[in-house]
C-alpha cells in the first residue's frame, strides 16, 4: 500500500515530516518531488496517481498551485472510477503568497472554485481537511483502516 504525497511543489519543505513519519511506521509512499524533474516522469506519476491507495493534495499558501489544483480533480475522478477503496485527502489554504499579483489573484480564484466544487461532492472516500496535521493524522488512520481491510480479503470468496 502507498501513499502518494501530491500537491504543492517546488521548493515546499511539507513533505520531508510526512515522509518522516512514514518511515517511522514503516509506510511506504511516492514522493513526486525531485531535484531534477524532467518530461519522463510524468508517467511514473500518472501511474501513482492512478494506483495509490491514498492520496495527498495539499495546496499551500506558499505557491499558486495551479498544476496542483488541476490534479485534484483529476484524482477524484480516479478515486471514483477505478477503485472506491482509494482515498483522496485534501487541503486547499484559502491565501497565496506569492509575490505577483496577477497570480495570486487567479489562484485565490482557483483555490475558491475548485473548494466550492469540492464541497459539492459527497464521495465517502474523498476528505478535506483545514491543516497539514490533520493531514497527516488522516493518512496514518486511512492506512490503517486499509491495511486491516487487505488483510480481511482473504475471507472472501
Not at 7 to 20: D, I, K, L, Y
Not at 65 to 82: A, C
Request: glycine residues 6%; proline residues 3%.
Amino acid at each position: 500500500m502507498t501513499i502518494g504525497l501530491f500537491g504543492t511543489c517546488g521548493g515546499s519543505t511539507w513533505r520531508n515530516s510526512f515522509m518522516e513519519s512514514y518511515d517511522n511506521h514503516g509506510i511506504s509512499y511516492f514522493n513526486p518531488q525531485v531535484e531534477d524533474w524532467d518530461p519522463t516522469l510524468a508517467e511514473i506519476e500518472a501511474e501513482h496517481l492512478a494506483n495509490d491507495e491514498i492520496i495527498l493534495f495539499p495546496v499551500l499558501a506558499e505557491t499558486s498551485g495551479l498544476g496542483s489544483l488541476g490534479e485534484v480533480g483529476f484524482s477524484i475522478l480516479q478515486s471514483i472510477k477505478l477503485d472506491v477503496n482509494r482515498n483522496v485527502i485534501v487541503m486547499i489554504d484559502k491565501d497565496c503568497t506569492v509575490e505577483d499579483e496577477a497570480v495570486r489573484k487567479e489562484s485565490i480564484r482557483a483555490r475558491a472554485l475548485v473548494m466550492a466544487h469540492l464541497r459539492k461532492l459527497k464521495y465517502p472516500n474523498v476528505y478535506s481537511v483545514k491543516n497539514l496535521p490533520d493531514m497527516m493524522l488522516l493518512s496514518l488512520e486511512l492506512h490503517a483502516v486499509e491495511t486491516l481491510r487487505k488483510s480481511l480479503d482473504r475471507y472472501r470468496f
